[in-house]
């Protein structure tokens, strides 16, 4: 399997910009998932890389072949690139059954007719779906027609698989059905996937690295719980983890080395940082805390509870402390009243602090009043 590697890859449309100077390494047998909102660049990267959409500048490897550069007029076609492309909306034939879908890239390939045979009867057994080889798509329900798009994908045997939101049309059940599905599927297949979703569950659950992009300018590019535990910014901060991450609005009084002196809600906090803290613009900087880092029923913070809701293993609160809200997970089956007192704690050592004029991450650390 090859390594795929994209050099100050760029693409506009006329006076937009979809993609900029975009530098990122996809390793051999990655799980790497494009994340971002709707009109971010993620699906216009995905096609640039596969060859649906050719780039305005940069230069795209996949292997040792040189896929893609502007500078020497280099642009392979897809059916050259050795990949295999899964729709949103699975693009199955109509009139073919599952076991005609299949095979029919292989025939347009030439393949031997018994080793045609043979790769769609081991399709069907890896994709679990034998049973279903007489009928056709109509025939199928959504789960069952993903499971038909993905073995005929993987049919050719391509050295990269690309998905452009594959599960988008699903159910939540069988969504969830199917990312596990999908996670085994890259093992038993050991091949390098490249995944565009809007869905930052997807993105945390299945990826081996998250590639975060926001107006087509990358964000943060690493392993899934360092994004979620270490974001680059409050743009991914805010974007990555459900419920979102708590930001609240602070004073730096004075910070040296390690250590800087909040003022927030009132009181006087110290923030003591894993790393030296660096970067601070101003006075103005927002303390981000993630929903587990506030912790009911102790500390001697008072707040009134906001609403609140009970989901069984977990109940998402909403506090409101003198006017502003803050989010806490309380784990187990529980449930508080309304407007009802409640002492909360900020505990935990991964407390971000963030610039708030330039949004970036200066230091990462815990909390405590003084």
């Not at 660049?41 to 040189?66: W, Y």
């Not at 056709?136 to 993903?146: H, K, M, T």
């Not at 926001?214 to 680059?232: F, R, W």
């Not at 250590?259 to 303390?287: D, H, N, W, Y």
Request: glycine share 8%.
């Amino acid at each position: 399997m090859p390594k795929i590697v994209l050099e100050h890859v760029s693409k506009r449309f006329q006076k937009f910009t979809a993609v900029e100077d975009l530098n990122m390494v996809i390793e051999d047998r990655e799980f790497i998932i494009l994340l971002g909102p709707s009109g971010c660049g993620k699906t216009t990267t995905l096609r640039m890389i596969a060859g649906l959409e050719t780039p305005t500048e940069g230069r795209i490897t996949i292997g040792d072949t040189v896929v893609f550069d502007a500078e020497k007029r280099i642009n392979l076609s897809p059916a050259k690139r050795d990949i295999g492309f899964l729709f949103q909306n699975y693009a199955l034939w109509p009139h073919m059954t599952v076991h005609q879908n299949i095979a029919f890239g292989l025939e347009n390939l030439k393949w031997p007719k018994a080793d045609i045979e043979a790769r769609v009867k081991e399709m069907l057994q890896m994709l679990k779906i034998e049973e279903f080889d007489k009928r056709y798509p109509a025939e199928l329900s959504g789960g069952q027609q993903q499971r038909v798009a993905i073995a005929r994908t993987l049919a050719p045997k391509p050295k990269v698989l690309f998905m452009d939101e594959p599960l988008s049309n699903l159910d939540a059940k069988l969504r969830l059905e199917m990312r596990i599905e999908l996670k085994r599927l890259h093992t038993d297949t050991d091949s390098t996937f490249v995944y565009v979703t809007h869905d930052q569950l997807e993105a945390m659950t299945l990826s081996s690295r998250i590639c975060l992009i926001k107006t087509g300018v990358l964000q943060q590019y690493d392993p899934p719980m360092e994004t979620y535990s270490n974001p680059a910014n409050l743009f991914v901060a805010d974007f990555v983890g459900n419920p979102s991450m708590n930001f609240i609005d602070a004073k730096c009084l004075s910070c040296g080395g390690n250590t800087a002196q909040l003022e927030f809600f009132g009181r006087g906090f110290e923030f003591k940082s894993e790393k030296p803290i660096s970067g601070i613009s101003s006075e103005q900087v927002v303390v981000g805390v993630r929903p587990e880092f506030v912790h009911l029923e102790k500390g001697d913070n008072t707040a009134k509870i906001y609403g609140t809701l009970p989901a069984g293993m977990e109940t998402t609160v909403k506090l409101d402390v003198n006017g502003y809200i803050l989010t806490s997970v309380k784990f187990g089956n529980v449930d508080y009243k309304l407007n009802s007192d409640m002492d909360f704690a900020i505990e935990g050592d991964g407390i971000i602090l963030f610039d708030k004029e330039s949004g970036k991450n200066v230091g990462k650390g815990s909390v405590s009043a003084f």
